[in-house]
């Protein structure tokens, strides 16, 4: 009797724990969603809310490496100097006037770095 009733409170307080986090969590993650038009670190704070949501939800845990990933893959555009208009990752399309597009200006590389030895010659 007594192992059933320590089974139903250690189920209690993980419901209890589980329903906290959830508050909390949705709860930051509306501010968040507020402080993208008002001034503030909406999406970090949209962030920190996943990162809460996630302690206890898989799919929270799912969304924030979907976000990690996409942030990634958008500074490796940003990066390489590929971001185009739109959502697609195709260049826009060309308009009618018949000039040819220039090409895409890179940057201009750094020079190696001597070795302390190399810079005292």
């Given at each position: 009797?007594?192992?059933?009733?320590?089974?139903?409170?250690?189920?209690?307080?993980?419901?209890?724990?589980?329903?906290?986090?959830f508050v909390v969590g949705v709860t930051v993650v509306l501010f968040g969603i507020v402080m993208i038009v008002l001034p503030g670190p909406g999406t970090?704070?949209?962030l920190l809310g996943l990162v809460i949501?996630?302690?206890?939800?898989v799919w929270a845990t799912w969304l924030l490496k979907k976000s990690r990933l996409e942030a990634?893959?958008?500074k490796a555009q940003a990066m390489a100097g590929k971001i185009y208009s739109g959502n697609s990752a195709e260049p826009p399309s060309q308009s009618s006037s018949s000039s040819p597009?220039?090409?895409?200006?890179l940057p201009t590389p750094l020079p190696p770095v001597l070795p302390p030895s190399e810079c005292q010659k």
């Open positions: 009797m007594w192992k059933a009733i320590l089974q139903m409170v250690a189920m209690v307080r993980q419901t209890a724990r589980r329903l906290i986090v970090l704070i949209i949501l996630s302690s206890e939800f990634a893959l958008k597009s220039s090409p895409p200006v």
